[in-house]
């Protein structure tokens, strides 16, 4: 980034924490208005600054003037990107408040996917890397090391041969490459990896190193894994767009699909017992409830857009 923009971003967070802090000053709005005015260059960065703000939850509150002037002077950044995630990391849960905190790693990942989206994506080193929906990931390759970051969702990885030892890391632990494909997704409280060729060893943050070989999937926490069992052949089709299943209950085939759904998607309690196969379409949920009540004896109860429920056809013995 050229001096230029570095210096108007730090001095847009300026501004923007001295009015966050005194909303009332007509002298401070006036000040603010000609240092606004006077430079395209302000213009852009106190852009930048506000559509941070808003996708941070629009947080209300006084934002502290020298946590948001340090971050904008003192963080070591490359690239706007950077500068941004530096000046969100400053800000902190007293700006912005925690929710806004937690969630500024996803909002500004190097890559990320909104619901229902997919995104594929070839590394420098030649490594295929491809995201599920609502999936976000940093990159970091150095020298010594090849680091993807997986913030939330899910990952599909075929590392592209390099001396350097590729590694994946989510909130449990790290997993490294032994040349190989596999996939990690970002559960609530867990992480966890499906190893297709070759194999992973995975170090959970207070646990012992265990190599998963190929054909195996496996679950982890910080301190353990645990539930390892083979691998569904079919685990990976969502990089196609499909998602094929083989005697799943209803209810965790429903909450699978509402991944890829924006608003609710539920099933009926009586319903939800229903054991149902199949390969549906991803990328077209409606059409995949579709084929799921031509299957089974429901119906799809549609109230709006954003309120689906699957529920009996008729009375179900």
């Known amino acids: 980034m050229s001096s230029p923009e570095h210096q108007a971003l730090s001095l847009a967070a300026h501004w923007f924490a001295r009015l966050g802090a005194a909303p ?10 000609a240092w606004h005015d006077e430079n395209p260059l302000h213009q852009w960065a106190w852009q930048r600054v506000g559509l941070l703000q808003t996708q941070l939850g629009n947080a209300k509150g006084a934002l502290g003037f020298q946590v948001l002037e340090r971050a904008g002077r003192g963080v070591a950044v490359s690239g706007r990107r950077g500068l941004l995630k530096g000046l969100v990391l400053g800000v902190g ?13 996803v909002l500004l990942a190097d890559l990320r996917t909104g619901t229902g989206e997919r995104l594929t994506h070839t590394l420098d080193d030649g490594t295929m890397l491809v995201l599920n929906t609502a999936s976000a990931v940093d990159i970091a390759y150095t020298a010594q090391t090849r680091l993807i970051v997986l913030r939330a969702g899910e990952i599909f990885i075929a590392t592209a041969k390099d ?9 449990q632990g790290a997993m490294q490459a032994l040349g190989t494909r596999f996939s990690v997704r970002q559960q ?26 190929s054909g195996q999937a496996v679950s982890f926490t910080t301190q353990a894994r645990f539930d390892q069992h083979p691998l569904d052949p079919s685990a990976d089709a969502w990089i196609n767009g499909r998602l094929v299943i083989d005697g799943w209950r209803l209810d965790r085939l429903i909450g699978e699909l509402q991944r890829y759904r924006s608003g609710y998607l539920g099933c009926a309690p009586e319903v939800a017992h229903l054991r149902v196969s199949g390969s549906y379409p991803l990328d077209d949920i409606d059409l995949a409830l579709s084929a799921i009540a031509r299957s089974l004896p ?18 179900l013995a």
């Open 163 to 171: 001396p350097r030892p590729f590694i994946v890391r989510s909130v």
């Open 298 to 315: 429901v119906k799809v109860e549609r109230r709006t857009d954003w309120w689906v429920r699957l529920t009996a056809k008729s009375a």
């Open 188 to 213: 609530d409280g867990f992480t966890q990896l499906g190893v297709f060729e070759h194999a992973v060893a995975v170090r959970p943050q207070a646990g012992e190193n265990v190599v998963i070989p």
């Open 93 to 105: 849960v007293g700006a912005l408040g925690w929710a806004g905190y937690r969630q500024a790693p």
């Open 24 to 33: 009332g000053d007509a002298l401070l709005q006036r000040q603010w208005q």
